[in-house]
Every structure is written in structure tokens, then in C-alpha cells.
């Protein structure tokens, strides 16, 4: 004898079991799909900073064959190719990106400074002023800075610097492309200052204890600034300043400085260099 209560309730029973496990298998694709974006989040950024800029070159250029459109990835493959020296082949990607129905205004500061970086400034200019005046970013200002420099508009390039400046707790880089603007027209104590001050937040800075170097020997100051230095270090910048010196007619001077830096790291420097760059 059959019971219809019972088949019912196995039905019933079977129908909910199917519902859970069709719920389960959901459950389980989408947790799948979360750990594999932040597995695949995780890599980009690797490969964004520690990653060797090629092999970052190389798997943001698969990735973005395999997922077509994606901006995250175009951003990626855009940074990876400027530190990978390529600043052409970036700014075709950051043209794209700058485009794209999901682009920010900081999409175009990005191509605007690869255009920079490959030595296209009228282009450059032209992405710059496309930008909405209310995006303000340390980046935008640090271009627009650069831009006014190569136009020698030194009010506006000022401003700008100091903008960025302000808009970033690791200003150096920027601070040190103020000095060198600096040192360009002449002012030599502005540049003084402002290499000093970049140092103050990145000692390690080679570049601008050279350009600090360059500014002081402008102003005949031929002893080294007290700032942090290893030996090779102290000896290449002797060098610079004894280049520096001789430039001016300050001949006996450089050449003191030039023996002093051979002394200082005979491996880097010979006596024939040193008697070649006396005749500068």
C-alpha cells in the first residue's frame, strides 16, 4: 500500500535537497571567482612594483590579449611599460585608457606624461588641456609644472611646483625638478635651496646632491655640502665640482678637485681622464 503523504514528502525533500545543492555549487563558483580576483589583484600589484618591468610588460600584455577592455589592466600595462624605459608604446596604451567609457581625468595626466617622457610636448599640452580645471592630483601638477618649464614660464611653473609639493608626503622628485628648473635660469641660490630640501626627504637622492653640487659650484662654492654620502659618491661628486670649476677658469681649483676625487675612488677614475678634462 502506497502512502501519498510519504511520496510527497520524498518529493518534496528531493526538490529542496536539488534547490540547496544548486544553491551550494552557486555559492561555491562565486566565493572561487572572489578568491581568484584577489589572487589576480594580488599579482598585478606585484608585478606593478617588484616585478621585473619586462616580465610586467610581458604578463600585462597576456592578460589584457585575454581580457579585452579592461582598464585596470591597461593602467597596468601602461605603468609597466614606462618603467620598462618604453614611453612611446605607453602612451599608445594610456591613449586608450584615456578613452575608454571608464576613464578618469587621471587617465589622461597618465598619457600626458608618457607623451612627456617620449618627448612629445606640444601633445602633451594639448591631453593637459583636456582635463577638467576641478581634478586637481600631484601628478597633474607636476606635468603642468614640467609643461610651463619647457615654455620657460617661470611664474607658472613655480606655482605649480609648489602645488605638487603640497599635494604629496614624498616630494624630492619633484623638488629636485624645481632646483634643476632653478638652476636653468640662473638662480643658483633658489636651486641651492630647493636640492637641499629634497634631500631632507630622500637622502639617497644621488641626482640631487649632484644638481646641489652643480648650483653650489655656480655660486664658487667648492667644498662638498654636508649631506649624507658613501665614498664612490663623495668621489663623483668631487668629480662634478672639479668639471664645474674648470668651466668657469677656475682652473688650478678644478684640477685640485679632480686629483681629490681620484684619490678619493681610484677605480672610477684614471690620471688620462683626469688630464683630458683638465683641457676643458
Known sequence: ?????????????TVALSACQKTTDEQVERALKDVNVIDESNLNDVMLTIADPGEAVDYFTRTLQENPGRIDLMRGLGRSLI?????????????QAADHPDATPEDRVMLADALIRANQWPEAKAE?????????SFDRYRIEA???DSEKNWKKADSFYEIATGLTTTPA????????SKLTRGD???AEKLFTEALTYDPALFTAKNNLVLARAAQRKYDLPVVRMTQTERAELLYTMGLAAIKQGDISTGKGLLQE????????????ALDANVQL
Open 1 to 13: 500500500m502506497r502512502h501519498p503523504g510519504l511520496v510527497a514528502l520524498c518529493l518534496v525533500g
Open 83 to 95: 618603467r620598462a624605459q618604453k614611453p612611446t608604446e605607453a602612451a599608445l596604451v594610456w591613449r
Open 128 to 136: 593637459l588641456n583636456k582635463i577638467p580645471p576641478t581634478h586637481e
Open 146 to 148: 614640467m609643461v610651463a
Open 173 to 180: 622628485h619633484v623638488l629636485n625638478n624645481w632646483g634643476y
Open 188 to 190: 643658483d641660490a633658489g
Open 261 to 272: 676625487a681620484v684619490d678619493t675612488h681610484p677605480q672610477h677614475f684614471g690620471l688620462e
